[in-house]
């Protein structure tokens, strides 16, 4: 029954922005460590961000600085806000939480970073 679903991917060009959203269904959003991961093709799927229940936020070395996650618990809502974009952030990005014991993913959303 949880259900994470994903938005705000695009194609931004090298510098650009942009802000991902996921919102959560089926649990109880704000008793949770939520994380952003990505997986660009032919490589593994990395973890980007992690923010927990008490807004302790952890992030991969090469996103320090650029990428901010923030949640809305009112809204059921984790964002992962990409500033100063390089092509090599180019992946699907997926929102991951655990949840009894279980790992749920949301669809993914595309972020491609280009001229």
């Known amino acids: 029954q949880v259900q994470l679903v994903e938005s705000g991917g695009g194609l931004v060009q090298p510098g650009g922005s942009l802000r991902l959203s996921c919102a959560a269904s089926?649990?109880?959003?704000?008793?949770?460590?939520m994380a952003w991961y990505r997986q660009a093709p032919g490589k593994q799927r990395e973890m980007v961000a992690t923010i927990t229940r008490d807004y302790i936020r952890n992030y991969v070395d090469s996103v320090k600085g650029r990428f901010t996650i923030s949640r809305d618990n009112a809204k059921s809502t984790v964002y992962l806000q990409m500033n100063s974009l390089k092509p090599e952030d180019t992946a699907v990005y997926y929102c991951?939480?655990?949840?009894?014991?279980?790992?749920?993913w949301g669809q993914g959303t595309q972020v491609t970073v280009s001229i």
């Open positions: 991951n939480t655990i949840f009894g014991s279980k790992h749920y």
């Open positions: 089926g649990m109880s959003f704000s008793g949770y460590t």
